[in-house]
C-alpha cells in the first residue's frame, strides 16, 4: 500500500457540444451583469459576436491577448476592464487568452468564466505564466483558477490541424510528465493515462478530417483530463526544457513541447519504470518514447528543434542553464546525456 496527498483545485465545468450557449446561464449563477469578453486578434470576430449575443450583459471586448500574457498587455487590458466597470471576465480562446484572464484575475479578483479553444490545459491550473521586459516568470495561486470552464467541442472545430496537433502533443506533455512527478499519486495517474490514451486516439483522426465531432470531443476531454495533470503536481525536465528553450530562442510554446517530449521521455525513462507502464498501456505495448515520436511525426509536426528556430550553436547554452537552475527530476541532470538529447531534438532524429 502507498500513501499519497491529493489537493484537487475547485472548478465547475461544463462539458459537451454547443455548450457555450450556457454561458448567459453561468454569468448569471455569478451575479455578473458587465463581462469584458478576452480574445487573440485572430479570433477578435468570435468575441464581437459572442458579445453580440449576450447584449447588455457584456461591457465590451479586448481582444489583444498575447502568447506567454506580457505585462503591458495585461495593463491595457486593465485599463479596459475598469472603463468600462466589469465585473467578470470571459475569456474565449487558447492559453494565451486563459493567460490574459488569469493575469487580471489575480490583480482585480474578478471571476472568470474560460472556454478554451486549444488543447493547452491551462484553465485547469493555479499557474500563471508572465512576461515583463522579456523575461518571463512563473507563479502559482488559487486566485488564478477560473470559476467556470465551459468546453464547448464546437469551439475547436476551426482549430488547424498543425495547431491541433501540436497543441495536443502539449497536452500529453503534461500528462506524462504527471506520471513521473514527484508528487504524482493515483488519482493523477488515472486521468494521465486517460488523457495520453485519448489524445493519441483522437489527433490521427483529426488531422484527416479536423471537423469530425467524435475525434474532436476526445481530444477536448484529453485536454481537460491533461490540464488537471499539470495543475495537480509539479513538472521536471520537459516543461523545464521547453521553458528554458521558449525564453532563449523565442520558439513556439505547443510546437516545441511536440519536439522535446520524445525525447526528454527517453531521458527519464529508465528512471521511471511506472509511467512507462502506463505509457505503454495507453499507447500500446511498445518503445514509448518512440511511439511518441512516431505519433507526431505521422501527424506532420515539425520534430526538429532548428526547424523551429533553435540555432545549430544553442544545445551547450541551453544545457548550462539547464544545470544552473536545478529542478527535481526522476533522473539527476547529467550533462553529457542532456547534450546528446537535445542534439537529437535540435536535429529531429528518433530518440
Ligand atoms: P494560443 O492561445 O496562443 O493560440 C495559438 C493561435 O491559435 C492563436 O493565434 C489563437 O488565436 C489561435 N486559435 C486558438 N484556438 C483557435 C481555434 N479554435 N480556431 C482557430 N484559431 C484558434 O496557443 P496555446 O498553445 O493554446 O497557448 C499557449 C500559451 O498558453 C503560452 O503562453 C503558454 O505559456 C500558456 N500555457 C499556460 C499554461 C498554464 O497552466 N499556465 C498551460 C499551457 C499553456
Known amino acids: 500500500m502507498r500513501s499519497f496527498q491529493h489537493t484537487a483545485n475547485p472548478a465547475r465545468v461544463i462539458f459537451g457540444a454547443g455548450t457555450l450557449s450556457q454561458l448567459p446561464d453561468e454569468i448569471g449563477r455569478l451575479g455578473l451583469s458587465r463581462v469584458l469578453v478576452l480574445a487573440t486578434p485572430e479570433q477578435e470576430a468570435g468575441a464581437q459576436s459572442l458579445a453580440g449575443k449576450l447584449g447588455a450583459r457584456a461591457a465590451g471586448v479586448f481582444s489583444g491577448a498575447r502568447m506567454h500574457t506580457p505585462e503591458e498587455t495585461t495593463e491595457q487590458a486593465m485599463a479596459k476592464a475598469a472603463e468600462i466597470r466589469a465585473d467578470g471576465l470571459v475569456a ?4 494565451s487568452t486563459t493567460g490574459l484572464a488569469k493575469a487580471i484575475a489575480l490583480r482585480t479578483n474578478l471571476p472568470q468564466i474560460v472556454a478554451p479553444t486549444t488543447y493547452a490545459g491551462s ?58 512527478a514527484r508528487e504524482t499519486n493515483p488519482i493523477v495517474s488515472m486521468m494521465a493515462e486517460e488523457a495520453i490514451a485519448a489524445m493519441a486516439r483522437s489527433l490521427p483522426t483529426i488531422a484527416k478530417d479536423p471537423k469530425e465531432m467524435e475525434a474532436r470531443g476526445e481530444a477536448l476531454y484529453a485536454a481537460w483530463l491533461a490540464g488537471v495533470c499539470l495543475g495537480s503536481v509539479g513538472m521536471a525536465l520537459h516543461h523545464k526544457l521547453c521553458h528554458t528553450l521558449g525564453g532563449l530562442f523565442g520558439l513556439p510554446h505547443a510546437e516545441t513541447h511536440a519536439a522535446v517530449l520524445p525525447h526528454a521521455l527517453a531521458y527519464n525513462a529508465p528512471a521511471a519504470p511506472e509511467a512507462i507502464a502506463r505509457i505503454n498501456r ?25 526547424d523551429l528556430g533553435m540555432p545549430d550553436d544553442g544545445v551547450d547554452r541551453t544545457v548550462e542553464l539547464a544545470l544552473t537552475n536545478p529542478y527535481w527530476n526522476p533522473r539527476p541532470l547529467e550533462r553529457e546525456p542532456l547534450r546528446t538529447m537535445l542534439q537529437n531534438a535540435l536535429e529531429g532524429r528518433s530518440p
Do not use: C, W
Open 92 to 95: 474565449v480562446g487558447g492559453g
Open 123 to 180: 484553465e485547469m491550473t493555479p499557474i500563471l505564466g508572465e512576461t515583463r521586459a522579456g523575461k518571463k516568470t512563473t507563479l502559482t495561486s488559487p486566485k488564478v483558477l477560473p470559476e467556470v470552464v465551459i468546453y464547448d467541442v464546437e469551439l475547436t472545430l476551426s482549430l488547424p490541424v498543425a495547431i491541433s496537433v501540436a497543441s495536443g502533443m502539449n497536452a500529453i506533455a503534461h500528462a506524462v510528465e504527471a506520471l513521473y
Open 282 to 306: 495507453a499507447l500500446g505495448p511498445r518503445n514509448a518514447p518512440s511511439a511518441l515520436f512516431e505519433l507526431a511525426k505521422s501527424l506532420a509536426a515539425k520534430m526538429a528543434l532548428r
